[in-house]
């Protein structure tokens, strides 16, 4: 599977961005996907993550509230709806995808979309 991530930008504090991770390949219906960011001098981070049914969400801590996973399977799509935004959001977020169950961790996903730059102004 192939991945496609968009919608970054810059935004000022308490703003609102959705990020869209489009999918080509086979069966995406079928496989799990979590969106993960990288701050500057940080390492990559777990955001939020989507059961293949869409069923089964998970967030990480500071984004609980704030973002909000889903996926359209009949679009191939995966959106990540991000608002109350802060400067600390701000990173490159990476869309991912793995055929096994969902899960917040890095080492779980094989598959790497590329990166869309967030950038959140004080």
């Known amino acids: 599977v192939q991945l496609q991530a968009s919608g970054g930008g810059l935004v000022q504090a308490g703003g609102s961005l959705r990020l869209s991770c489009a999918a080509s390949g086979r069966a995406f219906g079928a496989w799990s996907i979590g969106w993960f960011r990288r701050a500057p001098g940080k390492e990559r981070e777990f955001v939020a993550a989507?059961?293949?049914?869409?069923?089964?969400?998970y967030y990480e801590d500071s984004a609980k509230g704030r973002f909000t996973i889903s996926r359209d399977n009949a679009k191939n799509t995966v959106y990540l709806q991000m608002n109350s935004l802060k400067p600390e959001d701000t990173a490159v977020y990476y869309c991912?995808?793995?055929?096994?169950?969902?899960?917040?961790?890095?080492?779980?996903?094989?598959?790497w979309g590329q990166g869309t730059q967030v950038t959140v102004s004080s």
């Open positions: 989507i059961s293949w049914s869409g069923t089964r969400t």
């Open positions: 991912a995808a793995d055929p096994r169950p969902v899960s917040p961790r890095v080492k779980d996903y094989n598959y």
